[in-house]
């Protein structure tokens, strides 16, 4: 998605998330395009919520949930409940109660800050996550 379909996709989501009494952040390539990091695209919009408010999104998102194989609870993150939506304006994945190397993910606010960001992407480790936390970085530096 580009970098304005991933914000219209925010826009029109925001009201659901907001609306489901339950914390939770984007984070991933999403986040750093809706803090303005000039990056080309995000495959998707990555949320974090609890278990409780991912199932609140699955019953109201129940028409969009993606029925594909979700993805395996193995590795150094794994979420308690995991969806994959098609939205009519771009997939969305929603991780309830993300844990990451074993301790659930702490991501303050609907869009954690630049800081935030790189924390998370750090913790993450994968090639790509901290590929994402050195373009963070440089755009920081010239802000």
Known sequence: MT????????HRLAPDLDAMAAPWSVIGSGALILLGVPLEAAADLDIVTGVD????????????LDAAEP????????????????????PVEVMGGLKVRGRLLDAPGPIPSAADQLRILRLFGRPKDLAKAAQLEAWLATA
């Open 71 to 90: 993805q395996a609870p193995d590795g150094p993150w794994r979420s308690l409940d995991f969806a994959r939506y098609l939205t009519p304006w771009g």
């Open 3 to 10: 970098p304005s379909e991933v914000e219209a996709l925010f």
């Open 53 to 64: 408010g991912a199932e609140r999104l699955r019953s109201a998102w129940v028409g969009w």
